[in-house]
Nanobody, 125 residues
Framework: QLHLVESGGALVQPGGSLRLSCAASGATFNYYAIGWFRQAPGKERVGVSCITSGVVSTYYADDVKGRFTIFRDSAENTAYLQMNNLKPEDTGVYYC??????????????????WGQGTQVTVSS
């Protein structure tokens, strides 16, 4: 059973940066594709970015492409989302999730079966 814990959310001004972390335990982290999702107030949760396991590939939603970077550190069993040039529309609760497989489906992990509890990101002046 894979257990995920997010951290790093905060209040930040527009144009600022944050790095979110997703620490994994309880199973072989390297097997799973990992994705980040955002749930804005009053809206559905949507995929933001995904990183495969093995031969690493990364995928991004159009609204974050060029501003966000997803990467993983296998030695630390942790995935990260580096967010630069943040905008107010990036505000929301960010969740990391692990897919049941090693690959992504679009910019989400295929069949996400494990979720963290979420971390709040607020972009406001």
């Amino acid at each position: 059973q894979l257990h995920l814990v997010e951290s790093g959310g905060a209040l930040v001004q527009p144009g600022g940066s944050l790095r979110l972390s997703c620490a994994a335990s309880g199973a072989t982290f390297n097997y799973y594709a990992i994705g980040w999702f955002r749930q804005a107030p009053g809206k559905e949760r949507v995929g933001v970015s995904c990183i495969t396991s093995g031969v690493v590939s990364t995928y991004y939603a159009d609204d974050v492409k060029g501003r966000f970077t997803i990467f993983r550190d296998s030695a630390e069993n942790t995935a990260y989302l580096q967010m630069n040039n943040l905008k107010p529309e990036d505000t929301g609760v960010y969740y990391c999730a692990a897919g049941e497989y090693h690959y992504c489906s679009g910019y989400e992990p295929a069949a996400p079966g494990y979720w963290g509890q979420g971390t709040q990101v607020t972009v406001s002046s």
